[in-house]
Nanobody, 124 residues
Framework: QIQLVESGGGLVQAGGSLRLSCAAS????????MGWFRQAPGKEREFVAA????????YYTNSVKGRFTISRGNAKNTVYLQMNSLKPEDTAVYYC?????????????????WGQGTQVTVSS
């Protein structure tokens, strides 16, 4: 079992950058596939990015490709989301998620461990 705690959210102007971190407790971090999701007010939670256990494969939703980068530091039990060129439509609560087994990286239901979320607000 792991527990996830996100940090790094905040208020930023359009075009700016933020770096989200997700710290995982426990000694089994490397056995988990990690993902970032976001949920805007009145909308469903949506996939943003995912990374495999070793950090060798990454996946992104089309709207963030070229702007966001997911990475992980297994020695630090941490996964990151570097967000550049932020847009007002990126405004949402961002959630870190983990799963030991997966068939579809983009599906909310595939992940069984979730953090509490961190707010990202991008002003125009």
């Amino acid at each position: 079992q792991i527990q996830l705690v996100e940090s790094g959210g905040g208020l930023v102007q359009a075009g700016g950058s933020l770096r989200l971190s997700c710290a995982a407790s426990g000694r089994t971090f490397i056995t988990y596939i990690m993902g970032w999701f976001r949920q805007a007010p009145g909308k469903e939670r949506e996939f943003v990015a995912a990374i495999d256990r070793r950090g060798s494969m990454t996946y992104y939703t089309n709207s963030v490709k070229g702007r966001f980068t997911i990475s992980r530091g297994n020695a630090k039990n941490t996964v990151y989301l570097q967000m550049n060129s932020l847009k007002p439509e990126d405004t949402a609560v961002y959630y870190c998620a983990a799963t030991a087994l997966i068939s579809d990286y983009t599906m909310v239901a595939e992940y069984d461990k979730w953090g509490q979320g961190t707010q990202v607000t991008v002003s125009s």
